[in-house]
Protein backbone atom coordinates (compact mmCIF):
# COMPACT_ATOMS: atom_id res chain seq x y z
CA UNK A 1 0.00 0.00 0.00
CA UNK A 2 3.00 2.51 0.88
CA UNK A 3 4.34 1.66 -3.02
CA UNK A 4 0.88 2.28 -4.29
CA UNK A 5 0.39 5.77 -2.19
CA UNK A 6 3.75 7.12 -3.22
CA UNK A 7 2.74 6.38 -7.17
CA UNK A 8 -0.18 8.21 -6.27
CA UNK A 9 1.10 11.16 -4.93
CA UNK A 10 3.79 10.98 -7.53
CA UNK A 11 1.25 11.24 -10.50
CA UNK A 12 -0.61 14.36 -8.75
CA UNK A 13 2.62 16.30 -8.38
CA UNK A 14 2.77 15.63 -12.52
CA UNK A 15 -0.41 16.44 -12.95
CA UNK A 16 -0.08 19.61 -10.81
CA UNK A 17 3.12 20.73 -12.44
CA UNK A 18 1.65 20.37 -16.14
CA UNK A 19 -1.66 22.45 -15.15
CA UNK A 20 0.92 25.27 -13.55
CA UNK A 21 3.16 24.86 -16.67
CA UNK A 22 -0.11 25.41 -19.11
CA UNK A 23 -1.85 27.98 -16.75
CA UNK A 24 1.51 30.05 -16.81
CA UNK A 25 1.55 29.67 -20.61
CA UNK A 26 -1.82 30.86 -21.44
CA UNK A 27 -1.48 33.86 -18.92
CA UNK A 28 1.89 34.88 -20.74
CA UNK A 29 0.04 34.33 -23.83
CA UNK A 30 -2.05 36.95 -22.76
CA UNK A 31 -0.44 39.86 -21.36
CA UNK A 32 2.84 39.69 -23.59
CA UNK A 33 2.00 42.41 -26.67
CA UNK A 34 4.66 40.92 -28.93
CA UNK A 35 5.88 37.59 -30.32
CA UNK A 36 8.03 35.22 -28.53
CA UNK A 37 8.72 31.38 -28.28
CA UNK A 38 9.49 29.16 -25.77
CA UNK A 39 13.09 26.90 -25.61
CA UNK A 40 14.88 24.60 -23.62
CA UNK A 41 16.54 27.56 -22.00
CA UNK A 42 13.14 29.87 -21.61
CA UNK A 43 11.36 32.26 -23.02
CA UNK A 44 12.77 34.19 -25.64
CA UNK A 45 11.36 37.42 -26.82
CA UNK A 46 11.55 38.52 -30.58
CA UNK A 47 9.52 41.71 -31.48
CA UNK A 48 7.18 44.29 -30.06
CA UNK A 49 5.50 47.67 -29.46
CA UNK A 50 5.81 49.62 -26.32
CA UNK A 51 6.71 53.12 -28.22
CA UNK A 52 3.89 55.92 -28.32
CA UNK A 53 3.28 57.81 -30.95
CA UNK A 54 5.58 60.78 -31.87
CA UNK A 55 4.14 64.56 -32.53
CA UNK A 56 6.08 65.55 -34.96
CA UNK A 57 4.92 69.03 -36.37
CA UNK A 58 2.30 71.45 -35.54
CA UNK A 59 0.73 73.85 -38.57
CA UNK A 60 -2.07 76.91 -38.01
CA UNK A 61 -2.92 76.53 -41.86
CA UNK A 62 -5.57 79.56 -42.07
CA UNK A 63 -7.51 81.35 -39.72
CA UNK A 64 -10.24 78.04 -38.89
CA UNK A 65 -7.55 75.20 -39.23
CA UNK A 66 -4.81 73.61 -37.50
CA UNK A 67 -2.60 70.39 -38.35
CA UNK A 68 -0.97 68.16 -36.02
CA UNK A 69 1.52 65.52 -37.38
CA UNK A 70 2.43 62.24 -36.00
CA UNK A 71 4.92 59.97 -36.75
CA UNK A 72 3.06 56.72 -37.25
CA UNK A 73 -1.13 56.03 -37.96
CA UNK A 74 -2.96 56.97 -34.73
CA UNK A 75 -6.34 56.48 -33.51
CA UNK A 76 -8.43 59.41 -31.84
CA UNK A 77 -9.53 59.10 -28.29
CA UNK A 78 -10.68 62.33 -27.12
CA UNK A 79 -9.91 65.93 -27.79
CA UNK A 80 -10.88 69.62 -26.31
CA UNK A 81 -9.51 72.93 -27.77
CA UNK A 82 -10.17 75.79 -25.49
CA UNK A 83 -8.69 79.21 -25.17
CA UNK A 84 -5.74 80.32 -22.99
CA UNK A 85 -6.80 82.16 -19.61
CA UNK A 86 -3.88 83.53 -18.09
CA UNK A 87 -3.40 82.54 -14.65
CA UNK A 88 -5.33 79.88 -15.22
CA UNK A 89 -4.02 77.85 -17.89
CA UNK A 90 -1.01 78.75 -16.98
CA UNK A 91 -1.03 77.87 -13.40
CA UNK A 92 1.51 75.43 -11.63
CA UNK A 93 -0.76 74.78 -8.83
CA UNK A 94 -1.20 71.52 -7.92
CA UNK A 95 -2.23 69.40 -4.86
CA UNK A 96 -3.52 65.78 -3.51
CA UNK A 97 -6.44 67.31 -2.18
CA UNK A 98 -8.13 68.52 -5.65
CA UNK A 99 -8.96 66.31 -8.43
CA UNK A 100 -7.36 68.01 -11.73
CA UNK A 101 -4.90 71.12 -11.25
CA UNK A 102 -6.20 74.69 -12.99
CA UNK A 103 -3.66 74.27 -15.82
CA UNK A 104 -5.45 70.96 -16.73
CA UNK A 105 -8.96 71.49 -16.49
CA UNK A 106 -8.41 74.78 -18.60
CA UNK A 107 -7.00 72.37 -20.73
CA UNK A 108 -9.79 69.45 -20.79
CA UNK A 109 -12.46 72.38 -21.48
CA UNK A 110 -13.58 73.37 -17.76
CA UNK A 111 -12.98 77.43 -18.81
CA UNK A 112 -13.45 78.88 -22.38
CA UNK A 113 -14.05 75.76 -24.59
CA UNK A 114 -14.07 75.87 -28.07
CA UNK A 115 -16.40 73.67 -30.31
CA UNK A 116 -14.59 72.24 -32.73
CA UNK A 117 -14.15 69.61 -35.15
CA UNK A 118 -11.47 66.80 -36.16
CA UNK A 119 -10.72 64.24 -38.89
CA UNK A 120 -8.36 61.98 -39.63
CA UNK A 121 -6.10 62.01 -42.66
CA UNK A 122 -6.25 58.84 -45.32
CA UNK A 123 -2.74 57.64 -44.10
CA UNK A 124 -3.68 58.03 -40.49
CA UNK A 125 -1.05 60.33 -39.32
CA UNK A 126 -2.74 63.87 -39.47
CA UNK A 127 -5.31 65.18 -37.22
CA UNK A 128 -7.08 68.56 -38.25
CA UNK A 129 -9.04 70.52 -35.83
CA UNK A 130 -11.25 73.36 -37.53
CA UNK A 131 -13.61 75.48 -36.20
CA UNK A 132 -16.68 76.72 -37.87
CA UNK A 133 -16.14 80.41 -37.25
CA UNK A 134 -12.64 81.28 -37.04
CA UNK A 135 -10.06 81.36 -34.17
CA UNK A 136 -9.39 84.66 -33.24
CA UNK A 137 -5.92 86.47 -34.70
CA UNK A 138 -3.30 86.19 -32.06
CA UNK A 139 -5.70 84.81 -29.18
CA UNK A 140 -4.18 81.84 -27.71
CA UNK A 141 -5.65 78.35 -27.76
CA UNK A 142 -4.56 75.02 -26.32
CA UNK A 143 -5.35 71.69 -28.14
CA UNK A 144 -5.94 68.81 -25.57
CA UNK A 145 -6.13 65.43 -26.94
CA UNK A 146 -5.20 61.90 -26.72
CA UNK A 147 -4.20 59.82 -29.32
CA UNK A 148 -3.42 55.66 -29.58
CA UNK A 149 -1.29 53.53 -32.20
CA UNK A 150 -2.10 50.16 -33.31
CA UNK A 151 -0.89 48.27 -30.74
CA UNK A 152 -2.71 50.24 -28.00
CA UNK A 153 0.18 52.75 -27.02
CA UNK A 154 -1.16 56.31 -26.06
CA UNK A 155 -0.11 59.47 -26.35
CA UNK A 156 -1.62 62.64 -24.22
CA UNK A 157 -0.85 65.62 -25.59
CA UNK A 158 -1.46 69.63 -24.63
CA UNK A 159 -0.68 71.88 -27.75
CA UNK A 160 -0.52 75.57 -27.40
CA UNK A 161 -1.36 77.74 -30.56
CA UNK A 162 -1.88 81.46 -31.37
CA UNK A 163 -4.97 82.37 -33.80
CA UNK A 164 -3.84 82.74 -37.65
CA UNK A 165 -2.89 86.27 -38.70
CA UNK A 166 -4.39 86.59 -42.24
CA UNK A 167 -3.75 90.05 -42.57
CA UNK A 168 0.31 91.04 -42.12
CA UNK A 169 1.42 94.34 -43.16
CA UNK A 170 4.46 95.61 -44.33
CA UNK A 171 6.80 96.31 -41.95
CA UNK A 172 10.54 97.55 -42.08
CA UNK A 173 13.04 98.84 -39.40
CA UNK A 174 13.66 102.32 -39.47
CA UNK A 175 16.40 102.72 -36.25
CA UNK A 176 17.49 100.73 -34.04
CA UNK A 177 19.23 101.88 -30.69
CA UNK A 178 21.76 98.52 -29.69
CA UNK A 179 23.49 99.76 -26.29
CA UNK A 180 21.55 100.94 -23.14
CA UNK A 181 22.68 102.88 -20.25
CA UNK A 182 21.64 101.94 -16.69
CA UNK A 183 22.28 104.71 -15.07
CA UNK A 184 19.89 106.67 -17.46
CA UNK A 185 17.49 103.74 -18.19
CA UNK A 186 18.14 104.35 -21.90
CA UNK A 187 17.63 100.87 -23.13
CA UNK A 188 17.90 99.20 -26.30
CA UNK A 189 14.72 99.72 -28.97
CA UNK A 190 13.85 99.19 -32.48
CA UNK A 191 11.54 101.77 -34.15
CA UNK A 192 9.30 100.28 -37.12
CA UNK A 193 7.15 101.62 -39.81
CA UNK A 194 4.07 100.45 -41.21
CA UNK A 195 4.41 100.52 -44.85
CA UNK A 196 0.46 98.71 -44.68
CA UNK A 197 -1.94 98.56 -42.45
CA UNK A 198 -2.65 94.91 -40.88
CA UNK A 199 -2.25 93.22 -37.63
CA UNK A 200 1.13 92.39 -35.86
CA UNK A 201 -0.02 89.21 -33.52
CA UNK A 202 2.78 86.34 -34.26
CA UNK A 203 5.35 88.87 -35.82
CA UNK A 204 8.79 88.27 -34.29
CA UNK A 205 12.05 89.91 -33.94
CA UNK A 206 14.78 88.02 -33.22
CA UNK A 207 18.89 88.80 -32.72
CA UNK A 208 21.28 86.77 -34.05
CA UNK A 209 23.43 87.04 -30.74
CA UNK A 210 20.38 86.43 -28.49
CA UNK A 211 19.02 83.81 -30.31
CA UNK A 212 15.52 82.29 -30.30
CA UNK A 213 14.71 82.51 -26.62
CA UNK A 214 15.15 85.99 -26.34
CA UNK A 215 12.92 86.59 -29.59
CA UNK A 216 9.78 89.13 -28.96
CA UNK A 217 6.66 87.61 -30.37
CA UNK A 218 4.45 91.43 -31.04
CA UNK A 219 0.81 91.22 -29.79
CA UNK A 220 -1.88 91.35 -31.26
CA UNK A 221 -2.23 94.96 -32.48
CA UNK A 222 -3.79 96.63 -35.35
CA UNK A 223 -1.65 99.39 -37.15
CA UNK A 224 -2.25 101.51 -40.06
CA UNK A 225 -0.43 102.78 -42.87
CA UNK A 226 2.03 104.98 -42.29
CA UNK A 227 2.17 104.41 -38.27
CA UNK A 228 5.43 104.55 -36.26
CA UNK A 229 5.84 101.75 -33.45
CA UNK A 230 8.19 101.70 -30.72
CA UNK A 231 9.77 98.16 -29.93
CA UNK A 232 11.60 98.75 -26.43
CA UNK A 233 13.34 95.15 -25.76
CA UNK A 234 14.16 96.08 -22.11
CA UNK A 235 12.11 96.89 -19.13
CA UNK A 236 14.13 98.81 -16.99
CA UNK A 237 12.43 102.20 -14.97
CA UNK A 238 9.96 104.18 -14.19
CA UNK A 239 7.07 104.08 -16.97
CA UNK A 240 7.28 101.37 -18.83
CA UNK A 241 4.13 100.36 -19.96
CA UNK A 242 2.28 98.62 -23.36
CA UNK A 243 0.18 101.38 -24.79
CA UNK A 244 -3.09 99.69 -26.37
CA UNK A 245 -5.66 102.18 -26.63
CA UNK A 246 -3.75 105.49 -24.54
CA UNK A 247 -0.41 106.52 -26.70
CA UNK A 248 0.66 108.54 -24.08
CA UNK A 249 0.41 106.33 -21.46
CA UNK A 250 3.94 105.16 -21.10
CA UNK A 251 6.98 107.95 -19.88
CA UNK A 252 9.93 105.63 -19.65
CA UNK A 253 12.99 106.78 -21.68
CA UNK A 254 12.68 106.97 -25.81
CA UNK A 255 8.95 106.85 -24.81
CA UNK A 256 7.42 109.22 -27.30
CA UNK A 257 3.60 110.73 -26.83
CA UNK A 258 1.17 110.04 -29.95
CA UNK A 259 3.64 106.95 -30.65
CA UNK A 260 3.06 103.27 -30.04
CA UNK A 261 5.17 102.18 -27.69
CA UNK A 262 5.77 98.54 -26.68
CA UNK A 263 7.85 96.81 -23.98
CA UNK A 264 9.01 93.23 -24.09
CA UNK A 265 9.16 91.76 -20.94
CA UNK A 266 13.19 91.55 -19.89
CA UNK A 267 15.21 93.07 -18.13
CA UNK A 268 18.60 91.96 -18.99
CA UNK A 269 20.60 92.34 -21.88
CA UNK A 270 19.41 92.54 -25.47
CA UNK A 271 21.40 93.02 -28.80
CA UNK A 272 24.73 93.10 -29.19
CA UNK A 273 26.87 96.05 -28.80
CA UNK A 274 29.03 95.58 -31.93
CA UNK A 275 27.98 92.56 -33.76
CA UNK A 276 24.09 91.34 -34.29
CA UNK A 277 21.99 90.38 -37.13
CA UNK A 278 18.24 91.68 -36.34
CA UNK A 279 15.29 90.11 -37.99
CA UNK A 280 11.53 90.83 -38.01
CA UNK A 281 9.73 87.70 -39.85
CA UNK A 282 6.66 85.89 -39.49
CA UNK A 283 6.58 83.72 -36.87
CA UNK A 284 4.37 80.91 -38.28
CA UNK A 285 6.67 80.72 -41.34
CA UNK A 286 9.86 82.50 -40.88
CA UNK A 287 9.48 84.27 -43.79
CA UNK A 288 11.68 87.30 -43.07
CA UNK A 289 9.84 90.99 -43.64
CA UNK A 290 13.20 92.97 -42.77
CA UNK A 291 16.25 92.60 -41.66
CA UNK A 292 19.63 94.57 -40.42
CA UNK A 293 23.44 93.97 -39.96
CA UNK A 294 25.85 95.64 -38.13
CA UNK A 295 29.87 94.42 -37.26
CA UNK A 296 32.51 96.28 -35.82
CA UNK A 297 34.81 95.33 -38.79
CA UNK A 298 37.34 93.89 -36.71
CA UNK A 299 35.80 90.26 -36.77
CA UNK A 300 36.77 88.27 -39.94
CA UNK A 301 33.93 86.01 -39.86
CA UNK A 302 30.30 86.07 -38.01
CA UNK A 303 30.26 83.84 -34.79
CA UNK A 304 26.74 83.07 -33.65
CA UNK A 305 24.58 85.01 -35.83
CA UNK A 306 25.99 83.13 -38.94
CA UNK A 307 22.82 81.25 -39.49
CA UNK A 308 20.95 84.44 -39.06
CA UNK A 309 22.82 86.44 -41.64
CA UNK A 310 22.90 83.43 -44.27
CA UNK A 311 19.15 83.07 -43.87
CA UNK A 312 19.38 87.12 -44.38
CA UNK A 313 21.13 86.64 -47.70
CA UNK A 314 18.49 83.79 -48.59
CA UNK A 315 15.98 86.15 -48.49
CA UNK A 316 17.34 88.91 -50.83
CA UNK A 317 17.81 91.67 -48.40
CA UNK A 318 21.04 91.54 -48.45
CA UNK A 319 23.41 90.66 -51.26
CA UNK A 320 26.30 88.69 -49.61
CA UNK A 321 26.72 86.95 -46.19
CA UNK A 322 29.60 88.30 -45.53
CA UNK A 323 30.63 90.54 -42.47
CA UNK A 324 31.45 93.37 -45.00
CA UNK A 325 28.37 93.75 -46.16
CA UNK A 326 27.05 94.94 -42.71
CA UNK A 327 27.11 98.37 -41.22
CA UNK A 328 30.14 99.44 -39.07
CA UNK A 329 29.15 100.09 -35.04
CA UNK A 330 32.20 102.00 -34.26
CA UNK A 331 30.49 104.42 -32.41
CA UNK A 332 27.11 103.39 -31.53
CA UNK A 333 26.36 104.26 -28.25
CA UNK A 334 22.87 104.64 -25.97
CA UNK A 335 22.24 107.84 -27.40
CA UNK A 336 23.21 107.19 -30.86
CA UNK A 337 21.15 104.80 -33.30
CA UNK A 338 21.26 103.38 -36.62
CA UNK A 339 18.74 105.31 -38.85
CA UNK A 340 17.45 104.32 -42.15
CA UNK A 341 17.66 108.46 -43.41
CA UNK A 342 14.91 107.65 -46.56
CA UNK A 343 12.72 106.51 -44.06
CA UNK A 344 10.44 109.81 -44.45
CA UNK A 345 10.23 109.33 -48.04
CA UNK A 346 9.35 105.42 -47.56
CA UNK A 347 6.14 106.41 -45.60
CA UNK A 348 5.01 109.45 -47.85
CA UNK A 349 5.00 107.14 -50.75
CA UNK A 350 3.30 104.46 -48.92
CA UNK A 351 1.01 106.71 -47.67
CA UNK A 352 0.47 107.70 -51.56
CA UNK A 353 -0.27 103.97 -52.44
CA UNK A 354 3.29 103.78 -54.00
CA UNK A 355 5.64 100.45 -52.76
CA UNK A 356 8.28 99.64 -55.28
CA UNK A 357 9.79 96.54 -53.32
CA UNK A 358 9.08 94.40 -50.18
CA UNK A 359 11.57 93.25 -48.73
CA UNK A 360 13.31 96.70 -48.90
CA UNK A 361 16.76 95.54 -49.92
CA UNK A 362 19.38 96.78 -47.86
CA UNK A 363 21.29 99.55 -49.10
CA UNK A 364 24.37 101.35 -46.94
CA UNK A 365 24.00 104.66 -48.35
CA UNK A 366 20.26 104.95 -47.00
CA UNK A 367 21.77 104.06 -43.34
CA UNK A 368 23.60 106.14 -40.61
CA UNK A 369 24.86 106.21 -37.21
CA UNK A 370 22.99 109.71 -35.54
CA UNK A 371 21.98 111.03 -32.47
CA UNK A 372 18.64 108.84 -31.42
CA UNK A 373 15.41 110.46 -32.25
CA UNK A 374 12.95 107.39 -31.52
CA UNK A 375 9.34 107.89 -32.85
CA UNK A 376 10.48 111.07 -35.55
CA UNK A 377 11.18 109.93 -38.90
Known amino acids: MKKN ?9 LILLVQTFLLTAITLFCVIPFSCRVSEEGIIFVGGDYNSPVLEDVNVLDEKTVQITFSEKVK ?21 TIELSPALKAASGAYGKVEADCSLSEDGCVLTYSVADRYEVGKAYEIF ?48 LALTSGNLAGL ?22 GEILLIHLRSLG ?71 AEKVYESGIYDSVAVEQAFPSSGASSTKSFQRTNAADLRAAALNGVIEEYPVKYDDENWALLKATAGTL
Not at 171 to 185: A, C, F, G, P, W
Not at 257 to 285: C, F, H, M, Q, Y
Open 5 to 13: NKNIHGGGA
Open 76 to 96: LRNYTVSQVIKEISDSSEHSE
Open 145 to 192: STVEDRAGNSLTFCVPFCGYNACIPKLIMTELLVKHDKNTSKNEFIEI
Open 204 to 225: ELVSGSDGEKKKFVMPPVEVET
Open 238 to 308: EGCLTETDNLDEATAAYAQPGIRDIWAENEGSALSDTSDVIILRKGTEGEILDAFMYNDKKAEDWKKPKPY
